[in-house]
Protein backbone atom coordinates (compact mmCIF):
# COMPACT_ATOMS: atom_id res chain seq x y z
CA UNK A 1 0.00 0.00 0.00
CA UNK A 2 1.55 3.69 -1.08
CA UNK A 3 2.25 5.86 1.90
CA UNK A 4 -0.05 9.08 3.06
CA UNK A 5 1.32 12.53 4.78
CA UNK A 6 -1.29 14.23 6.86
CA UNK A 7 -0.80 17.50 9.16
CA UNK A 8 0.23 16.21 12.80
CA UNK A 9 -2.59 18.02 14.22
CA UNK A 10 -5.27 20.70 13.55
CA UNK A 11 -7.88 23.02 15.61
CA UNK A 12 -11.33 23.92 14.51
CA UNK A 13 -14.25 25.43 16.27
CA UNK A 14 -17.59 23.66 16.59
CA UNK A 15 -20.40 23.93 14.37
CA UNK A 16 -17.57 24.92 11.88
CA UNK A 17 -16.97 23.66 8.85
CA UNK A 18 -13.30 21.06 9.26
CA UNK A 19 -10.76 20.17 5.90
CA UNK A 20 -8.52 17.81 6.61
CA UNK A 21 -6.04 17.09 3.60
CA UNK A 22 -4.10 14.19 2.87
CA UNK A 23 -1.48 13.80 0.42
CA UNK A 24 -0.22 10.46 -1.46
CA UNK A 25 1.69 11.48 -4.13
CA UNK A 26 2.59 7.68 -5.27
CA UNK A 27 -1.05 6.37 -5.27
CA UNK A 28 -1.34 3.75 -7.72
CA UNK A 29 -4.70 3.43 -10.25
CA UNK A 30 -6.21 1.14 -8.43
CA UNK A 31 -5.64 2.23 -4.55
CA UNK A 32 -8.85 3.09 -2.88
CA UNK A 33 -8.64 6.25 -0.45
CA UNK A 34 -10.02 5.16 2.88
CA UNK A 35 -10.61 7.59 6.18
CA UNK A 36 -11.00 6.14 9.73
CA UNK A 37 -10.92 7.81 12.91
CA UNK A 38 -10.19 6.91 16.44
CA UNK A 39 -11.13 8.43 19.64
CA UNK A 40 -9.53 7.58 22.91
CA UNK A 41 -9.18 3.95 24.36
CA UNK A 42 -11.73 3.00 21.49
CA UNK A 43 -11.18 1.19 18.24
CA UNK A 44 -10.81 2.45 14.54
CA UNK A 45 -14.64 3.75 13.39
CA UNK A 46 -14.65 3.71 9.25
CA UNK A 47 -15.97 7.33 8.13
CA UNK A 48 -15.53 6.90 4.45
CA UNK A 49 -13.66 5.87 1.14
CA UNK A 50 -13.30 6.53 -2.57
CA UNK A 51 -11.59 5.59 -5.89
CA UNK A 52 -11.87 8.41 -8.03
CA UNK A 53 -15.46 10.60 -7.30
CA UNK A 54 -16.06 12.66 -4.39
CA UNK A 55 -18.29 10.77 -2.33
CA UNK A 56 -20.66 11.84 0.69
CA UNK A 57 -22.54 9.76 3.99
CA UNK A 58 -24.06 10.67 6.65
CA UNK A 59 -20.64 11.62 8.36
CA UNK A 60 -18.34 13.39 6.31
CA UNK A 61 -17.76 14.14 2.23
CA UNK A 62 -14.49 13.44 0.67
CA UNK A 63 -13.02 15.26 -2.19
CA UNK A 64 -10.59 13.84 -4.60
CA UNK A 65 -8.37 15.75 -6.61
CA UNK A 66 -8.55 15.02 -10.21
CA UNK A 67 -5.05 13.51 -10.47
CA UNK A 68 -5.43 11.75 -7.38
CA UNK A 69 -2.47 12.65 -5.77
CA UNK A 70 -4.40 14.10 -2.91
CA UNK A 71 -7.47 13.83 -1.05
CA UNK A 72 -9.55 16.13 1.43
CA UNK A 73 -11.96 15.09 4.16
CA UNK A 74 -15.04 17.30 5.11
CA UNK A 75 -16.64 17.38 8.27
CA UNK A 76 -19.22 19.67 7.52
CA UNK A 77 -20.12 21.19 10.83
CA UNK A 78 -17.54 20.48 13.58
CA UNK A 79 -19.20 18.98 16.98
CA UNK A 80 -17.08 18.11 19.87
CA UNK A 81 -17.59 14.57 19.41
CA UNK A 82 -15.81 14.82 16.19
CA UNK A 83 -12.53 15.10 18.14
CA UNK A 84 -10.72 12.06 17.23
CA UNK A 85 -7.01 10.70 15.35
CA UNK A 86 -8.23 11.01 11.62
CA UNK A 87 -6.31 8.24 9.18
CA UNK A 88 -6.05 8.47 5.71
CA UNK A 89 -5.15 5.30 4.05
CA UNK A 90 -4.96 3.80 0.66
CA UNK A 91 -5.68 0.07 0.09
CA UNK A 92 -5.51 -2.02 -3.35
CA UNK A 93 -8.52 -3.08 -4.97
CA UNK A 94 -7.66 -6.33 -5.20
CA UNK A 95 -4.37 -7.34 -5.32
CA UNK A 96 -5.08 -10.94 -3.98
CA UNK A 97 -1.38 -12.07 -4.85
CA UNK A 98 0.56 -9.73 -2.39
CA UNK A 99 -2.24 -7.96 -0.68
CA UNK A 100 -2.51 -8.79 3.26
CA UNK A 101 -5.76 -6.92 2.86
CA UNK A 102 -5.02 -4.77 5.67
CA UNK A 103 -5.12 -1.02 6.42
CA UNK A 104 -1.40 0.45 7.05
CA UNK A 105 -2.31 3.13 9.36
CA UNK A 106 0.28 6.16 9.88
CA UNK A 107 0.21 8.24 12.72
CA UNK A 108 -3.00 10.38 11.46
CA UNK A 109 -3.90 14.11 12.11
CA UNK A 110 -5.82 14.88 15.63
CA UNK A 111 -8.29 17.16 15.53
CA UNK A 112 -9.33 19.24 18.51
CA UNK A 113 -12.63 20.83 18.62
CA UNK A 114 -13.06 24.20 20.70
CA UNK A 115 -16.80 24.53 21.88
CA UNK B 1 -26.91 -5.53 16.46
CA UNK B 2 -24.62 -7.08 14.06
CA UNK B 3 -20.61 -5.82 15.06
CA UNK B 4 -17.47 -7.32 16.78
CA UNK B 5 -16.81 -7.65 20.46
CA UNK B 6 -13.83 -8.13 22.02
CA UNK B 7 -13.15 -9.24 25.59
CA UNK B 8 -11.80 -8.55 28.27
CA UNK B 9 -11.43 -4.96 28.13
CA UNK B 10 -9.05 -5.16 30.12
CA UNK B 11 -6.56 -7.94 31.16
CA UNK B 12 -3.53 -8.19 33.19
CA UNK B 13 -0.87 -10.84 32.93
CA UNK B 14 2.24 -11.88 34.89
CA UNK B 15 5.61 -12.07 33.02
CA UNK B 16 6.04 -15.92 31.83
CA UNK B 17 2.27 -16.47 31.34
CA UNK B 18 0.35 -17.00 28.05
CA UNK B 19 -3.02 -14.82 27.79
CA UNK B 20 -5.81 -15.70 25.40
CA UNK B 21 -7.98 -12.67 23.81
CA UNK B 22 -11.98 -12.90 22.41
CA UNK B 23 -13.03 -11.45 19.48
CA UNK B 24 -16.25 -12.52 18.08
CA UNK B 25 -18.18 -11.08 14.88
CA UNK B 26 -21.56 -11.69 13.79
CA UNK B 27 -21.33 -9.80 10.46
CA UNK B 28 -20.80 -13.03 8.17
CA UNK B 29 -17.12 -11.45 7.54
CA UNK B 30 -14.52 -13.64 5.71
CA UNK B 31 -11.76 -11.74 6.68
CA UNK B 32 -10.53 -11.39 10.14
CA UNK B 33 -7.67 -9.52 11.28
CA UNK B 34 -5.19 -8.28 14.34
CA UNK B 35 -3.47 -5.28 15.18
CA UNK B 36 -1.64 -3.90 18.15
CA UNK B 37 -1.63 -0.03 19.10
CA UNK B 38 1.13 1.42 21.46
CA UNK B 39 0.86 4.78 22.95
CA UNK B 40 0.46 7.45 20.53
CA UNK B 41 1.62 4.78 17.07
CA UNK B 42 -0.70 3.95 14.28
CA UNK B 43 -2.11 0.15 14.14
CA UNK B 44 0.41 -2.55 13.05
CA UNK B 45 -0.82 -6.01 11.60
CA UNK B 46 -0.37 -9.02 13.70
CA UNK B 47 -2.22 -11.93 11.81
CA UNK B 48 -4.79 -11.72 9.73
CA UNK B 49 -7.16 -14.73 7.92
CA UNK B 50 -8.92 -14.60 4.94
CA UNK B 51 -10.86 -17.86 5.82
CA UNK B 52 -11.74 -20.76 8.27
CA UNK B 53 -8.94 -22.85 9.15
CA UNK B 54 -6.89 -20.49 7.37
CA UNK B 55 -4.43 -17.53 8.50
CA UNK B 56 -1.27 -15.68 7.65
CA UNK B 57 1.47 -13.81 9.53
CA UNK B 58 1.60 -10.28 9.22
CA UNK B 59 4.07 -7.70 9.99
CA UNK B 60 4.64 -8.31 13.85
CA UNK B 61 3.64 -12.08 14.62
CA UNK B 62 6.68 -13.08 16.76
CA UNK B 63 5.57 -14.15 20.04
CA UNK B 64 1.70 -15.00 19.39
CA UNK B 65 -0.23 -17.27 17.65
CA UNK B 66 -4.34 -17.50 16.35
CA UNK B 67 -6.78 -19.68 15.24
CA UNK B 68 -9.91 -19.67 12.94
CA UNK B 69 -12.02 -22.77 13.37
CA UNK B 70 -15.58 -20.76 13.25
CA UNK B 71 -15.78 -18.18 10.77
CA UNK B 72 -17.50 -15.92 13.65
CA UNK B 73 -14.25 -16.24 16.30
CA UNK B 74 -10.41 -15.13 15.92
CA UNK B 75 -8.65 -15.25 19.48
CA UNK B 76 -5.47 -14.11 19.83
CA UNK B 77 -2.59 -15.96 22.46
CA UNK B 78 0.08 -13.77 23.34
CA UNK B 79 2.78 -16.19 24.66
CA UNK B 80 5.82 -15.54 26.97
CA UNK B 81 7.77 -15.15 23.96
CA UNK B 82 6.49 -11.63 23.09
CA UNK B 83 9.11 -9.53 24.64
CA UNK B 84 7.08 -6.52 25.12
CA UNK B 85 3.13 -7.42 24.63
CA UNK B 86 2.03 -4.05 26.92
CA UNK B 87 -0.45 -2.48 24.47
CA UNK B 88 -3.92 -1.90 22.54
CA UNK B 89 -5.00 -5.00 20.60
CA UNK B 90 -7.57 -4.49 18.12
CA UNK B 91 -9.83 -6.97 16.27
CA UNK B 92 -11.00 -6.21 12.97
CA UNK B 93 -13.58 -8.18 10.13
CA UNK B 94 -14.43 -7.62 6.82
CA UNK B 95 -15.78 -9.09 3.38
CA UNK B 96 -12.61 -9.71 2.03
CA UNK B 97 -9.52 -8.82 1.36
CA UNK B 98 -10.06 -6.12 -1.73
CA UNK B 99 -9.61 -2.08 -1.05
CA UNK B 100 -12.97 -1.66 -1.47
CA UNK B 101 -13.94 -3.15 1.52
CA UNK B 102 -14.85 -1.73 4.21
CA UNK B 103 -12.84 -2.88 8.30
CA UNK B 104 -15.11 -2.92 11.11
CA UNK B 105 -13.15 -2.97 14.18
CA UNK B 106 -14.08 -3.63 18.22
CA UNK B 107 -13.53 -1.62 20.62
CA UNK B 108 -10.35 -3.37 21.83
CA UNK B 109 -8.12 -4.69 24.56
CA UNK B 110 -5.85 -3.55 26.95
CA UNK B 111 -3.25 -5.61 28.30
CA UNK B 112 -1.18 -4.75 31.05
CA UNK B 113 1.71 -7.05 31.55
CA UNK B 114 2.87 -6.71 35.36
Known amino acids: DAKTTQPNSMESNEEEPVHLPCNHSTISGTDYIHWYRQLPSQGPEYVIHGLTSNVNNRMASLAIAEDRKSSTLILHRATLRDAAVYYC????????????????FGKGTKLSVKP | DGGITQSPKYLFRKEGQNVTLSCEQN?????MYWYRQDPGQGLRLIYY???????QKGDIAEGYSVSREKKESFPLTVTSAQKNPTAFYLC?????????????FGPGTRLTVL
Open chain 2, 49 to 55: SQIVNDF
Open chain 2, 27 to 31: LNHDA
Open chain 1, 89 to 104: ILRDWGNYGGSQGNLI
Open chain 2, 92 to 104: ASSNGLAGEYTQY
